[in-house]
C-alpha cells in the first residue's frame, strides 16, 4: 500500500465521506461547480499548460503501463477451465468477484469498496469467458450464433474487443463481470446488442427513461432491449465499485483526474492525520509539552489514506513510497 496525505476539499462537504473529493498538490480533483472563483486560468488552474487533465479515470495509463492485459493473444488454443467444488461457472466467478473486493477500513458497508483492474482482469480470463458463453441457454447462444460469431471468437472479443460490425468494438470485460455479479449474465446479448463496452463505464440511469444507459463515452444513451429495468439499474449502480480511478504521475507535469461524486476512490484505509507539536505551557511558560492534535491544512483537516497499489503509479515523483 502506498501512504499519502491528503486534503478534503471542503467545497464538496455534502458529498458522502468515502466520495468526498479530496486533493493532494493537483494529484486528485473533482468535476462539478466550483464555488470558488479561481480566476482567468479557470477550475483549479487546469488551462495551465503544465497541467494534465485526465477524464478517463486514468484508464489510459493503465492500458499503457499493463499493454500484455489488452493484447490478443494470435492463435489462441483455449484450455478447458473447470470451476471448484463442482460449481456452475458463473457461480464460480461471482464467488471470485465477491472476494476481491477491497473495503474502505476493512468495513462491511455496500457502499465502501471497489475491485482493482488487476484482480478483474485476472479473474476474467479468456477460458473463463468462453465457460460462461457455454453455460448460457441454447436460445442465448443461438442469438450469438446468428451473428456469424463462433463462442471462441466471442469470448476473445470480450476480453480484448475488437469485434466485428458494432458487437464488442472494445473490451467487454467488466460489462460481463458486472452482469455475473448480478446474477444477469444471461442478459449478455441484448448489452453487448446496444453496443455497451467497458468503455461506457460507469454508467447511469434516469428514472425517467427507463430501457436506457447514459455514458460519457458516447455523449449520449444506449437503448437496451430489456423488459427487466432492475437488470440496467444494478449495472449502473455496480459500476463505479468496478472503475475505481489509476493515479499515475507524468514527469514534469501537475495532473488532475477529473471525477464524479459517485466515483469510488482506490483508498483501503483513511484516517485522520495526527501531528504532535510542542507547546508551552499557559501557567509556566519554562515548562513544554507535546500534545496530540488533529492537523489541518489550507482546505481543511488532513487525512491519511493508503491507496491500494494495483492502482497507483508514483515513479515519475522519484520520491520514496510505504508499501
Not at 17 to 46: C, N, R, T
Not at 105 to 129: A, L, S, V
Not at 244 to 252: A, L, M, Q, W
Amino acid at each position: 500500500m502506498c501512504i499519502l496525505n491528503l486534503r478534503h476539499f471542503a467545497s464538496f462537504e455534502n458529498i458522502p465521506p468515502f466520495h468526498q473529493s479530496v486533493m493532494d498538490d493537483g494529484i486528485l480533483s473533482i468535476e462539478g461547480d466550483p464555488i470558488i472563483d479561481y480566476g482567468a486560468k479557470g477550475f483549479l488552474g487546469l488551462e495551465d499548460h503544465r497541467v494534465l487533465l485526465c477524464k478517463n479515470r486514468g484508464e489510459d495509463a493503465y492500458r499503457e503501463d499493463h499493454p500484455s492485459l489488452f493484447k490478443r493473444p494470435a492463435g489462441w488454443e483455449p484450455r478447458p477451465w473447470q470451476p471448484p467444488h463442482n460449481q456452475e461457472a458463473c457461480e464460480a466467478i461471482q464467488s471470485e468477484l465477491h472476494y476481491a473486493r477491497i473495503s474502505l477500513n476493512e468495513c462491511d458497508d455496500y457502499k465502501q469498496w471497489f475491485i482493482p483492474n488487476d484482480r478483474i482482469y485476472g479473474i476474467m480470463t479468456p477460458e473463463k469467458i468462453l465457460a460462461v458463453i457455454k453455460s448460457l441457454n441454447s436460445s442465448d447462444r443461438q442469438d450469438f450464433a446468428r451473428l456469424g460469431v463462433s463462442e471462441q471468437d466471442l469470448a476473445l472479443q470480450i476480453r480484448y474487443g475488437g469485434g466485428s460490425g458494432d458487437l464488442c468494438a472494445a473490451p467487454c470485460v467488466k460489462v460481463l463481470a458486472i452482469l455475473i455479479y448480478n446474477d444477469h449474465e444471461k442478459y449478455l446479448f441484448q448489452i453487448l446488442q446496444a453496443k455497451i463496452t467497458d468503455k461506457c463505464l460507469p454508467a447511469t440511469t434516469k428514472s425517467t427513461d427507463k430501457g436506457s444507459v447514459i455514458c460519457k463515452e458516447h455523449k449520449g444513451k444506449h437503448s437496451v432491449e430489456i423488459k427487466r429495468t432492475k437488470v440496467l439499474d444494478n449495472l449502473c449502480g455496480v459500476s463505479h465499485f468496478f472503475c475505481s480511478p489509476y493515479i499515475k504521475t507524468r514527469p514534469g507535469k501537475h495532473i488532475h483526474l477529473v471525477l464524479d461524486s459517485d466515483d469510488v476512490l482506490p483508498f483501503t484505509r483513511k484516517r485522520p492525520m495526527e501531528i504532535s507539536p510542542t507547546v508551552t505551557s499557559q501557567h509556566d511558560p519554562d515548562t513544554r509539552a507535546r500534545v496530540t492534535v488533529k492537523g489541518e491544512g489550507g482546505f481543511g483537516e488532513v487525512y491519511e489514506v493508503e491507496i491500494d497499489s494495483d492502482n497507483l503509479d508514483l515513479q515519475a515523483l522519484d520520491v520514496g513510497t510505504r508499501y
